[in-house]
């Protein structure tokens, strides 16, 4: 009689798991700009509120100019892409057309008050037309295939996490709408950097939730 012993299955090894979870994150921030671009990207909204709030909205006019100036060259020095580079500078300028006309600071804000409310509207419109945007907009980077949307799992993940990005984007106006009424320009620019980081979780979270879409676990051994 011979005594035969089962060797254990070997602990389940985690490595990739860990890695595709801080590739999401890692590549999320880097969408974002990464700690720099989102300081860059913050500094002409800073300037104008601080400088408005210390000595009234013509200096804040003063310090938009030159923060959206040196932001814009670091951009381009960042070698980031010269047309977000522009699109930067040109938001800028069109809220300080909008607060230059009103003569009120917290009118900076308004174009921004009201995008949430047209993104909200699009990403819903793409859920129901069954392109959901964070699979157009993520969906390369999860290693998906090019006709995902043939994917019931994957049209399913992108779907949800598209979504999230409404609920997101009507909490964000519902927010904006408070405080640009009750004449609250630091909130409105806190609220804003905010949205950057928020977006780059969406895009984490959506990376995180195609992976076993992407790369379906391989079955066990048959049981004998």
Do not use: K
């Not at 923060?67 to 977000?84: D, I, K, N, Y």
């Not at 300028?93 to 909008?98: L, T």
């Amino acid at each position: 009689m011979t005594n035969e012993t089962t060797a254990s299955p070997p602990p389940e090894d985690r490595t990739d798991e860990t890695v595709s979870v801080a590739s999401a994150v890692r590549g999320a921030l880097e969408r974002s700009g990464g700690p720099i671009g989102i300081a860059v990207a913050a500094a002409p909204t800073v300037a104008f509120v601080v400088t408005d709030a210390l000595g009234g909205l013509t200096w804040a006019f003063l310090a938009l100019a030159g923060t959206a100036s040196a932001a814009f060259g670091v951009r381009l020095a960042r070698r980031e892409s010269v047309r977000a580079a522009l699109v930067g500078l040109a938001v800028a300028a069109a809220c300080a057309v909008v607060a230059a006309v009103s003569g009120e600071a917290r009118a900076f804000f308004l174009l921004p008050t009201l995008l949430p409310a047209v993104l909200m509207l699009v990403f819903l419109g793409s859920v129901v037309v069954r392109r959901p945007l964070t699979g157009t907009l993520f969906n390369g980077m999860a290693g998906g295939p090019r006709d995902w949307r043939q994917h019931s799992a994957l049209l399913r993940v992108y779907s949800i996490t598209t979504l999230v990005a409404v609920a997101i984007h009507a909490v964000n106006f519902a927010v904006r709408i408070v405080f640009y009424l009750a004449d609250q320009p630091a909130v409105l620019a806190a609220v804003q950097i905010a949205a950057g980081p928020v977006f780059a979780a969406l895009a984490a979270a959506t990376l995180l939730a195609a992976r076993p879409a992407v790369h379906p676990a391989a079955p066990g051994p048959a049981a004998v």
